[in-house]
């Protein structure tokens, strides 16, 4: 791995060039790889990658969401590596597409400041990470 830390790339940069980040694009290491797409699937979230050239790897996507799944190769501890948080469009959709999936799932009210409160739904992927879908800002 090169460094240019040491050779004083500190100074000047306003005047390196920038790096224009364009999407994020997470992996999640997976030991149960068919659940976890059954999972995300029942959310709504479509595949937008399954092929021969990374048999071991799925890719799901929206206009605003993008992610994958790939099995792991080792044991993970998911809930103490992330926490996923989805923006929802419709908070009580997102309820109802849980109940008629047979989701499990707890209502979260936050409530920051008087004029600030939203719901989140909290879930667990088959794999154990934490899945918060979050509401629009409600009045």
Excluded: H
């Amino acid at each position: 791995m090169l460094s240019r830390r040491s050779e004083g790339w500190e100074s000047g940069l306003d005047q390196q060039p920038k790096i224009e980040f364009t999407k994020l694009a997470p992996v999640l290491n997976v030991p149960d790889l068919a659940s976890e797409r059954r999972f995300y699937e029942s959310l709504g979230l479509p595949v937008i990658y399954e092929g021969p050239e990374y048999p071991e790897f799925i890719a799901f996507g929206t206009d605003l969401v993008d992610f994958g799944i790939q099995r792991a190769d080792t044991d993970i501890d998911p809930s103490s590596v992330l926490t996923w948080q989805i923006g929802v469009s419709d908070i009580d959709v997102a309820i109802a597409v849980c109940d008629a999936e047979g989701l499990d799932y707890d209502v979260d009210v936050q409530r920051p400041r008087p004029d600030w409160i939203y719901r989140r739904l909290l879930l667990t992927s088959p794999n154990g990470y934490r899945v918060a879908l979050e509401g629009p800002t409600e009045t």
